[in-house]
């Protein structure tokens, strides 16, 4: 099955905040949603994207103090970016291609509506393989 873009951001709580925030405040916020990155927006529009790998290598292994450090100095900003309407197949091999685990959906404004993620990509499939398994288990059962 071909799933779309929108069919994997469906309910999805956006997390996003200010460029101008600290590294600190950005690290609360991913860890009390369980998210992997958070997008920077300014006037509604993306500007950047920061996440636990940008934090480790960026902040922690470059030994700046996270607490006064902002955002903007250490955010990824020329992100690659997808439409709602595209299928997930695409953004796994924009992931792949690129090695980053996640890329922001845009709308028609450039404005953020979700993330896909390599972890929320996979969940559903995983499911969808779990349940494939269940069945070819159960037919090797009468079959046997």
């Known amino acids: ?80 970016t997808i439409t709602a309407d595209r299928p997930l197949a695409e953004a796994l091999h924009m992931m792949h291609e690129g090695r980053f685990r996640h890329v922001p959906v845009l709308d028609s404004n450039r404005s953020p509506i979700g993330v896909v993620s390599s972890r929320d990509a996979f969940s559903g499939d995983l499911a969808d393989f779990e349940l494939e398994t269940r069945r070819m288990e159960e037919i090797e059962e009468i079959i046997a």
């Open 1 to 80: 099955m071909k799933r779309l873009i929108k069919q994997v951001i469906a309910g999805q709580t956006l997390l996003v905040a200010s460029p101008d925030i600290t590294v600190q405040e950005a690290a609360k916020q991913m860890s009390s949603r369980n998210v992997g990155a958070i997008l920077l927006v300014k006037n509604n529009k993306l500007v950047g994207i920061f996440s636990e790998r940008d934090l480790l290598k960026k902040v922690v292994a470059a030994e700046l103090d996270p607490a006064t450090t902002v955002v903007a100095m250490v955010m990824v900003e020329h992100v690659e």
